[in-house]
C-alpha cells in the first residue's frame, strides 16, 4: 500500500511538471480589447475534413481575452474541434469585471457566475463573451491554439460553419453575439491565430 502510494505521487507529481497548464501573467484593471467580433458574408465553397463537410456560413474575425480553455479528447467532435475556448472583448476582457466573475467549461458548455461587485450588469456578461469550439485548420494554427493560456490575449481568424457529419445531426455555429444557452456557441474554423499585449484603456 505505501509502494503504491509513492508512486501515485510520483506520478502526481510528473504531472505537475509537465502537464499542468499556467495562467497567464493577470494584466492592470482597465486594459480591455476595445474592438467588437467581425462577421461578414462569405463565398467560399464546403470542404472535407475526413468524412466531415465543413459548410463556411461566414468569414468571421475577433480579438479577445482567453477567459477560460477546456481541451476535450474523447467526444464525438474531439477530433475536429480539439479546444473550446471561452473568450471576452469590451467590458468582458477587462480585469476589474472578470475578478468578480467564476468561469469554468465542460460538456462544451461554458458557464459564469457574477457576485454583487460585478461592475456591468448580468445582461452584459453573455453579449460580450463566448464559447468558441475551435476547429484548427492545420497542424500549425492547432499548436498555436493549444499553447494559449487562460488570461492570453489573442486575435481569430477564420469561419464560422456548419459541419455536417456522416449519419449524426448537423453542429452549426450561432451567427449572432447577443444569443446565449443551447445553440449560441461559435463553431469556428480558424486559420490564423496572433497573441498581443492589449493597449486600450
Not at 501515485?8 to 504531472?15: P, R, T
Not at 511538471?17 to 462577421?39: H, I, K, M, N, Y
Request: net charge neutral.
Amino acid at each position: 500500500m505505501k509502494k503504491l502510494l509513492l508512486i501515485l505521487i510520483a506520478l502526481l507529481l510528473v504531472w505537475g511538471l509537465f502537464f499542468r497548464e499556467s495562467d497567464a501573467p493577470t494584466v492592470l484593471p482597465g486594459l480591455r480589447v476595445a474592438s467588437v467580433p467581425e462577421q461578414t458574408a462569405t463565398d467560399k465553397k464546403p470542404w472535407m475534413v475526413g468524412e466531415a463537410k465543413i459548410v463556411p456560413l461566414a468569414a468571421y474575425s475577433l480579438s479577445a481575452r482567453v477567459l477560460s480553455r477546456k481541451r476535450y479528447f474523447f467526444d464525438a467532435t474531439a477530433k475536429i474541434a480539439p479546444l473550446d475556448l471561452a473568450l471576452g472583448w469590451g467590458d468582458m476582457s477587462d480585469t476589474a469585471v472578470i475578478k468578480t466573475l467564476q468561469i469554468s467549461q465542460g460538456s462544451r458548455w461554458y458557464e459564469y457566475f457574477y457576485d454583487e461587485n460585478c461592475p456591468i450588469a448580468p445582461g452584459a456578461i453573455g453579449i460580450q463573451s463566448a464559447n468558441v469550439h475551435c476547429l484548427p485548420a492545420d497542424s500549425f494554427v492547432e499548436e498555436s491554439l493549444l499553447s494559449l493560456r487562460k488570461n492570453s490575449f489573442v486575435s481569430l481568424r477564420g469561419y464560422l460553419v456548419e459541419v455536417q457529419f456522416a449519419g449524426q445531426p448537423s453542429w452549426r455555429s450561432s451567427l449572432t453575439r447577443d444569443d446565449t444557452g443551447t445553440g449560441a456557441c461559435e463553431i469556428f474554423w480558424i486559420t490564423n491565430v496572433n497573441e498581443f499585449y492589449p493597449q486600450s484603456l
